[in-house]
């Protein structure tokens, strides 16, 4: 469902790429966790697959469309939540639930619905006649999250998407992704929580340094490491590297 072939990108010539030679696929159905340290290129990734960057090589699609030759098919079948959510504030949470709709074309009733329902389940019914400027960090990413569901996508990106969330929010979330799956969905975040990536996805990728350290279930991570008693933080922490100038051990 989601494949990227030899994916580089370079912010800076005078740099090492952000992304270096990638190569992954998320098949349909599945939960991908994208792991890797502070910089080592999960966001830039995500901004290639989702078409608000453009990588220099390689090629990235999602279903059937490519991220360079068909970015609008593309922006429709995904719902994306990025590192940062931006809102106009001044807007209450209602008002740019709707503006999302609109943008996606949802007719009015289903997206009077799938707002009731989403902001229902995650606790945000109350504030949604509120501004979002007077919403907390945890109510955006709530927003944030339920903006991406709105228009009934078949794939869910998401970065970094607990942040700010309580553990009920959290909880909540997790439940969503799987239930969007088993419905034949798809998801790819990432994440920097080791214990949800290990409980929830089905497979994972370790990014270190803008290239691919590791990738598949956690079982294959393990026998890959050769360390069966091995958790998802000791193979993460064995395979990306602690300082700015040490070699990669792996
Ligand atoms: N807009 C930008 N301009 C220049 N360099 C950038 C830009 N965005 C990211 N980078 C660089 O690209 C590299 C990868 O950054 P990226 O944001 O993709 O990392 P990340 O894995 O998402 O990190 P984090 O876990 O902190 O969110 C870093 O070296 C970063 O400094
Ligand atoms: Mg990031």
């Keep these: ?19 270096d030679n990638m190569t992954l696929s998320v098949p349909q159905g599945k939960i991908f ?14 901004k290639m697959i989702v078409g608000l960057l453009r990588q220099d090589s390689g090629t990235i699609s ?5 991220n360079i ?11 994306y939540v990025p590192d940062e959510p931006l809102f106009y504030e001044n807007m209450t949470g ?8 609109d943008i996606f074309e949802v007719p009015k009733t289903a997206a009077s619905e799938r707002i009731g329902k989403w902001a229902k389940r995650f606790t945000l019914t109350e504030a ?7 919403y907390s960090r945890g109510m955006k990413q709530k927003l944030g999250v339920i903006g991406a569901l709105i228009h009934d996508c078949k794939v869910l990106i998401l970065d970094e998407p607990m942040v700010g969330l309580d553990p009920r929010a959290s909880f909540t979330l997790k439940e969503v992704m799987r239930e969007f799956c088993n419905n034949g969905g798809t998801v790819f ?7 949800v990536a290990e409980r929830l996805c089905d497979t994972v990728g370790i990014i270190n340094r803008g290239k691919l350290a590791a990738c598949g279930t956690f079982a294959e991570l393990k026998n890959s490491t050769g360390e069966q008693q091995a958790t ?14 040490t070699t990669v051990a792996h």
């Excluded at 966790?33 to 995500?46: V, Y």
């Excluded at 999602?62 to 490519?66: A, H, I, M, N, S």
């Excluded at 030759?69 to 719902?79: E, F, H």
């Excluded at 998802?232 to 100038?245: C, K, P, R, S, W």
């Design 33 to 46: 966790g994208f792991l890797g340290p502070n910089g080592a290129g999960k966001s830039t990734t995500i």
């Design 189 to 195: 975040f990432s994440t920097h929580v080791m214990d």
């Design 128 to 134: 949604l006649d509120d501004r979002i400027s007077s």
């Design 1 to 19: 469902m989601i494949m990227l072939q030899s994916v580089t990108k370079r912010y800076s010539q005078s740099k090492p790429p952000a992304v």
């Design 232 to 245: 998802l933080e000791q193979i993460f922490l064995e395979l990306t590297d602690g300082e700015d100038e």
């Design 94 to 101: 209602n008002q740019y639930l709707r503006f999302i709709a």
């Design 62 to 66: 999602v279903g059937p469309y490519d």
């Design 69 to 79: 030759s068909d970015p609008v098919a593309l922006k429709r079948a995904i719902g």
